[in-house]
């Protein structure tokens, strides 16, 4: 039988689950001091529900299938798409609504460094009205998540509307189709130099003046305020936005922000200001989270009421950014026991200290005291409660200090109180 697994998934075995578990308690804490109500919405969806953030292409890029009754049917690539159905299908909620979410997702995605075809996401989501403090409060809570975890990390913050603006003005191109087109070339400047993209792009009928000219404009970035002034140079009245969430961001303490006119994400998705966060000390992860407003998305379910903004992180991704400290002790405690009859009594124990919140382990088979011992220093146990006949009898346990080996009888109780005031 063949033991290997589909390309692009794998196991998360212990070490990286416990890596991935703080980054979800990071997340969890960070809901709670945020406000944000978290839920999670279904893993299955129709593919046309799928389809309405990124359209058919989306298809190639994710895992659909037909499900016995013929309808095309969905494995959720994102949670953003999976909350704003929700939202838009809930005209009861009270606005502004701030979700959030965390869990697997499934992309058809090429594997690559810090990438899986399954993976883990978490997700912050504010709807309502239009507002910058809606979209720095999720700028503030992802900041959160990463500070917590102690990853030192560069929020960088576009806005579209800015290098739209910059297109029109500055290079002439009024044609939506081709402003667009243009602009997709900033997406593009990680990968490729100016002289392809200027081949690239003289393919498709521009000037190489005008792919400089917004290769120039993309190189903008630095501080807030130096970005934001050179912008007014540059009279484009479409920053307003960036400039009232350069404020409040610093008013929330957020202090590792850069402006850059290259960040532009989603360009058929998101529609004002956009951002994202990568590890300052292993930027070849690529960004840890990412996000921005995504009016669109509403108006396609049917809510041309509604703004959104929002978030994801990977919570992979993000594991791999924390340091790898070596696993601190926890308690345990091993019961161990001589004799068949301390062997019933040994699992009274058991039951008596994990009731009492102690973790503790006893042997699955018969085995000499000795051996129990080998394995309570293998596993790390910081107490053995060794159990025989004078211990049955006395209703009792010898209480070994793993580190200094020193040991006690102590009656039941005293060891329970014993262990858990160490």
Known sequence: MDLSLPRGVDDVEPARFALQAKVEAAFDEVCRLYNFRVMEPASL????TLRAKSGEGIDKEIYWFKDKAGRDIGLRFDLTVGITRYVCSRKDLKLPAKLAASGGIWR?????YGRYRWSHQWDLEVFGPPSVEADAEVIDASSAILRKLGIAFLVKVGDRRVVEDYIRKKLGIEQEDRLVELMRALDKVEKKSAAELRAEYATKGFEAS?????????SLRGKPDAVLARASELHLESVNELRSLADILDSRGLKNVEYNMSIVRGIDYYTGIVFEASDARNPKLGSLFGGGRYDALPRIFGRADLSATGAAGGIERTAMSIEPHPRPPGLL???????PQA??????????????GIPCETPLQAKALSKQLEDASRLGATWAAIVGERELKANAVTLRDMRSRKEQLLPLSEAVERISHA
Request: hydrophobic fraction near 40%; charge should be negative; proline fraction near 3%.
């Open 45 to 48: 969806e129709h593919l046309s």
């Open 108 to 112: 058809y995605d090429e594997p690559q």
């Open 210 to 218: 005008e792919v400089d000219g917004l290769l120039e404009f993309g």
């Open 333 to 339: 405690v091993y019961v161990a026991s001589a004799g």
């Open 343 to 356: 062997a019933a009594y040994a699992l009274n124990v058991q039951k008596v200290l994990r009731e009492g």
